[in-house]
């Protein structure tokens, strides 16, 4: 069975920090590209953050870039986000995704956490 379970949001004030974490089983994910989404209430689901099998090249949203950074531990089969600096306009639920090629393309998500900036 292939899960995502994900870890570390919350309510945090402007300029404050939270680190999510994003633990995966149930597929061989050392192959597989992970990324971060947010939706905010309203809005769109939106990338955030990519990173690919071997950690190898990262891309950001451009709201993002310089404050958020994208990690992965394959030993640990976990993909984390740091985020720093946070504003209120970050607050959204945030959500793991996997993604492989295989004979097929396959996309898993994570369940989603909230994540709340707020003074």
């Known amino acids: 069975q292939v899960q995502l379970v994900e870890s570390g949001g919350g309510l945090v004030q402007p300029g404050g920090s939270l680190r999510l974490s994003c633990a995966a089983s149930?597929?061989?994910?050392?192959?597989?590209?992970m990324s971060w989404h947010r939706q905010a209430p309203g809005q769109e689901r939106e990338v955030v953050a990519a990173?690919?099998?071997?950690?190898?090249?990262?891309n950001y949203a451009g709201s993002v870039r310089g404050r958020f950074t994208i990690s992965r531990d394959n030993a640990r089969n976990t993909v984390y986000l740091q985020m720093n600096s946070l504003k209120p306009e970050d607050t959204a639920v945030y959500f793991c995704?996997?993604?492989?090629?295989?004979?097929?393309?396959?996309?898993?998500w994570g369940q989603g956490t909230q994540v709340t900036v707020s003074s």
């Open positions: 149930g597929f061989t994910f050392s192959s597989y590209t």
């Open positions: 995704k996997a993604l492989g090629f295989q004979s097929y393309i396959r996309t898993y």
């Open positions: 990173i690919t099998s071997a950690g190898g090249n990262t």
